[in-house]
């Protein structure tokens, strides 16, 4: 395929475009999106999960614990509120905590505290488990599709700009 030279600008600009969208995409598969109820909020399934049971939802945050049983694994998550393309938002900001339930092994050397994590899945119930002096209502998420980002750097102490005279000498 050979580009003549008034051609180069348009395809330039359909490149660009097809890189933009892909840097958008959601990190749920399409097919699973179209089955989260997006009328359900965190709020909604949290305060009632019983009255949520089968419906699916996207929710995400940064895990707190994971717990693995004989046949499945439990990621207790501080929940965060989630971006265009599905990631938790960082800082302070939560509505509560859910539960993560998956089928098989799940390492929690890998899905360990503070790794952000957005879940699609079916609300199954709930779980009443003690937090400091209350009983605490955990909606339990049973997993479809599951995406764990990447870890965060964090930011270098260093100094950004580094100045020097001569080989091996910085000021």
């Given at each position: 395929m050979s580009i003549s030279r008034h051609n180069v600008l348009p395809f330039f600009l359909a490149?660009?475009?097809?890189?933009?969208?892909?840097?958008?995409?959601?990190?749920?598969?399409?097919?699973?999106?179209?089955?989260?109820?997006?009328?359900?909020?965190?709020?909604?399934?949290?305060?009632?999960?019983?009255?949520?049971?089968?419906?699916?939802?996207?929710?995400?945050?940064?895990?707190?614990?994971?717990?693995?049983?004989?046949?499945?694994?439990?990621?207790?998550?501080?929940?965060?509120?989630?971006?265009?393309?599905?990631?938790?938002?960082a800082g302070d900001i939560s509505e509560g905590r859910f539960i993560i339930q998956t089928q098989g092994f799940l390492d929690p050397a890998i899905y360990s505290p503070g790794r952000k994590i957005t879940v699609a899945g079916k609300v199954v119930g709930k779980d009443m488990r003690p937090l400091g002096e209350i009983q605490y209502t955990y909606p339990i998420i049973e997993k479809r599709e599951l995406y764990l980002w990447p870890e965060e750097k964090s930011a270098s102490t260093e100094p950004k700009v580094h100045l020097g005279v001569g080989i091996g000498i910085g000021l």
């Open positions: 490149m660009v475009a097809m890189l933009l969208l892909v840097g958008c995409a959601h990190v749920i598969s399409k097919e699973v999106l179209k089955e989260v109820d997006t009328n359900v909020t965190f709020v909604q399934v949290s305060k009632a999960p019983d009255a949520y049971k089968g419906k699916t939802v996207l929710f995400g945050g940064a895990i707190i614990e994971a717990k693995n049983l004989p046949d499945k694994t439990l990621l207790v998550v501080l929940q965060r509120p989630l971006n265009r393309q599905g990631q938790p938002a």
